[in-house]
T-cell receptor, first 107, second 118 residues
Framework: DIQMTQSPSSLSASVGDRVTITCRAS??????LVWYQQKPGKAPKRLVY???RLQSGVPSRFSGSGSGTEFTLTISGLQPEDFATYYC?????????FGQGTKVDIK | QVQLQESGPRLVKSSETLSLTCTVS????????WTWIRQPPGKGLEWIGN???????NYNPSLKSRVTISIATSKSQFSLKVTSVSAADTAMYYC????????????WGQGTLITVSS
């Protein structure tokens, strides 16, 4: 199975901060990576797909980059509604695997 | 607006079979892939498997041979069965639709918490 190592596991940040979350794949997954945002009690919401394509309706402060084995989700100017847990998912090879999640909370 | 709704018994006894159905409304079940994903309380997400509208499936080997996903296009439903459940199968179970062009999810069900009791 492909291991998705997500870092950090948690971070504290302030409104307006720039936040970067990283996912590393244990082997090349091309650009078959999705970033999700999950709030408590809710289903995950797709933010970015194909590593860097922003889902329609998602604010432009979110951006994704990377290919191969290293990927980044950046939030440029954190807003109160962005405090949540973020997951990456590789869908290049079965079984699809998620990163362990990054919880972003208020400093 | 496409909507997905999970249904099935919320409490399952250890060693028995978990059965869930996802009903799709507001759109066709045809031409899409459909998926099940679960999340144990306080933990991360785990992909269970996919089914295409033709009935073709892919499963997570971590669940070994305990999982079966099927589809009933005439009913706009797809289903999940997990046999020989244990406490480790206690989780929120989500169904979702996959776009064939990107093989990524767009619509999700709200999720249903399944508890395995001893």
């Amino acid at each position: 199975d492909i291991q998705m190592t997500q870092s950090p596991s948690s971070l504290s940040a302030s409104v307006g901060d720039r936040v970067t979350i990283t996912c590393r794949a244990s082997q090349d997954i091309r650009d078959h990576l999705v970033w999700y945002q999950q709030k408590p009690g809710k289903a995950p919401k797709r933010l970015v797909y194909t590593a860097s394509r922003l889902q329609s309706g998602v604010p432009s402060r979110f951006s994704g980059s990377g290919s191969g084995t290293e990927f980044t989700l950046t939030i440029s100017g954190l807003q109160p509604e962005d405090f949540a847990t973020y997951y990456c998912l590789q869908h290049n090879v079965f079984p699809w695997t998620f990163g362990q999640g990054t919880k972003v909370d208020i400093k | 607006q496409v909507q997905l709704q999970e249904s099935g018994p919320r409490l399952v006894k250890s060693s028995e079979t978990l059965s869930l159905t996802c009903t799709v409304s507001g759109g066709s079940i045809d031409t899409y892939y459909w998926t099940w994903i679960r999340q144990p309380p306080g933990k991360g997400l785990e992909w269970i498997g996919n089914v295409f509208y033709t009935g073709s499936t892919n499963y997570n080997p971590s669940l070994k041979s305990r999982v079966t996903i099927s589809i009933a296009t005439s009913k706009s439903q797809f289903s999940l069965k997990v046999t020989s459940v244990s406490a480790a199968d206690t989780a929120m179970y989500y169904c979702a639709r996959l776009l064939p062009s990107t093989m990524t999810t767009d619509y999700w069900g709200q999720g249903t918490l399944i508890t395995v009791s001893s």
